[in-house]
């Protein structure tokens, strides 16, 4: 079964510097893997998605994520955090080869951006 | 163009009670998949309805069901409510079954059971 893991609750970075939300997945096949971010008492709102071909993808509000094969990673990156980034964020994978099975969502990171 | 939008924004209920909500796709999908997602967690797949059918189902009891109309818009129903069932729901959309297509979500509807 397909599985996602975000192994920081929290994480914390001053503006201007840069930020890492982490993600690692588990599926039985290639996976579709996709990041999503979600402000207070709102829904989500898609940032990227990585489906195949370059490792390296860009989304939107100058969010990138890095698909490591090996490492079984999808990380997400961004060079200069904003305050306006501080929100909680969420990785998902889907599992093309197990079409049964929808987007399965990891437990989430709250980012916060210190002035 | 209008993104997905979800009915009421909020409700409380009591258990035992019967609850009915609302979601309206994003103009041009025709999917629409539902998601629940309990304080602090991620969200949890419920179902998704395509072609006015359930095609797909996470693992929820019976008491959760789920209706798509000719119009792709969707409701979503649970009975005999408990007080787990507090929660966030979600709807999303997108187009056809791809599995690589993009789900876009709703602003969610905040259930309170008591």
């Known amino acids: 079964a397909q599985s996602v893991a975000q192994p920081e609750d929290q994480v914390n970075v001053a503006e201007g510097n840069p930020l890492t939300v982490k993600c690692t997945y588990s599926v039985s096949g290639n996976p579709y893997l996709f990041w999503y971010v979600q402000y207070p008492n709102r829904g989500l709102q898609f940032l990227l998605k990585y489906i195949t071909g370059d490792n390296l993808v860009k989304g939107s509000y100058g969010f990138e994520a890095e698909f490591n094969k090996s490492q079984t990673s999808f990380h997400l990156k961004k060079p200069s955090a904003l305050v306006s980034d501080s929100a909680l964020y969420f990785c998902?994978?889907?599992?093309?080869?197990?079409?049964?099975?929808?987007?399965?969502f990891g437990p989430g990171t709250r980012l916060s951006v210190l002035p | 163009d209008a993104g997905v939008t979800q009915s009421p924004t909020h409700l409380i209920k009591t258990r035992g009670q019967q609850v009915t909500l609302r979601c309206s796709p994003k103009?041009?999908?025709?999917?629409v998949s539902w998601y629940q997602q309990a304080l602090g967690q991620g969200p949890q797949f419920i179902f998704q309805y395509y072609e006015e059918e359930e095609r797909q189902r996470g693992n929820f009891p019976d008491r959760f069901s789920g209706h798509q109309f000719p119009n792709y818009s969707s409701e979503l129903n649970v009975n005999a409510l408990l007080l787990g069932d507090s929660a966030l729901y979600l709807c999303?959309?997108?187009?056809?079954?791809?599995?690589?297509?993009?789900?876009?979500f709703g602003p969610g509807t905040r259930l309170l059971v008591l």
């Open positions: 998902a994978v889907r599992d093309p080869d197990n079409y049964g099975q929808n987007f399965v």
């Open positions: 999303a959309s997108s187009f056809g079954e791809v599995i690589r297509e993009t789900q876009y």
């Open positions: 103009s041009g999908h025709d999917t």
